[in-house]
T-cell receptor, first 114, second 114 residues
Framework: AQSVTQLGSHVSVSEGALVLLRCNYSSSVPPYLFWYVQYPNQGLQLLLKYTSAATLVKGINGFEAEFKKSETSFHLTKPSAHMRDAAEYFCAVSGWGGYNKLIFGAGTRLAVHP | DAMVIQNPRYQVTQFGKPVTLSCSQTLNHNVMYWYQQKSSQAPKLLFHYYDKDFNNEADTPDNFQSRRPNTSFCFLDIRSPGLGDAAMYLC?????????????FGPGTRLLVL
């Protein structure tokens, strides 16, 4: 069975501070992992994905994530937060049911303060 | 730009009155998905089409149906909406169903049931 745990339903940072959003997964097979961002009243936009090519994955808007097999983690980071980064972030693992069905974490709402 | 389009963005219906939500895509993707997302929750997959092959999730209520008349269009029909069906409905597409395939989301339709 596969599952995703996002620690912290709400994270608040100051503008310019480091952003760290945590994601841990459980999977019986090598995982394919995704981070999506959702702005208010919008659909989900892909930030980045891990497909075993490289453990450090760079995405859009300055975000990156590192796959750590030993820790079963895929945490999302950004060195310097901007006000426009305020959104909901979802970590997801693919492969449940024998196809690219996404199992989502519960999401983390990021607030950025001036 | 290639994209996933959902119309309308906001839909108001009455309790028990059938409603249809629309999704179209210019990506020429084989797979189209429908998700339900309630407030402050992760998206929940209702069903997907792989080409013309319909795949229902086990826990999707019978009240929800879908049609895909051609590659570009997919419809979500709610036969008798209840108050509990008020949610954001997201359409997504992917090129294929391999584990590494990215799902691309539309902007969503927010359904209000009166």
């Amino acid at each position: 069975a596969q599952s995703v745990t996002q620690l912290g339903s709400h994270v608040s940072v100051s503008e310019g501070a480091l952003v760290l959003l945590r994601c841990n997964y459980s999977s019986s097979v090598p995982p394919y992992l995704f981070w999506y961002v959702q702005y208010p009243n919008q659909g989900l936009q892909l930030l980045l994905k891990y497909t075993s090519a490289a453990t450090l994955v760079k995405g859009i808007n300055g975000f990156e994530a590192e796959f750590k097999k030993s820790e079963t983690s895929f945490h999302l980071t950004k060195p310097s937060a901007h006000m426009r980064d305020a959104a909901e972030y979802f970590c997801a693992v693919s492969g449940w049911g024998g196809y690219n069905k996404l199992i989502f974490g519960a999401g983390t709402r990021l607030a950025v303060h001036p | 730009d290639a994209m996933v389009i959902q119309n309308p963005r906001y839909q108001v219906t009455q309790f028990g009155k059938p409603v249809t939500l629309s999704c179209s895509q210019t990506l020429n993707h084989n797979v189209m998905y429908w998700y339900q997302q309630k407030s402050s929750q992760a998206p929940k997959l209702l069903f997907h089409y792989y080409d013309k092959d319909f795949n229902n999730e086990a826990d999707t209520p019978d009240n929800f149906q879908s049609r895909r008349p051609n590659t570009s269009f997919c419809f979500l029909d709610i036969r008798s909406p209840g108050l509990g069906d008020a949610a954001m409905y997201l359409c997504a597409t992917s090129r294929d169903r391999g584990f590494q395939e990215t799902q691309y989301f539309g902007p969503g339709t927010r359904l209000l049931v009166l």
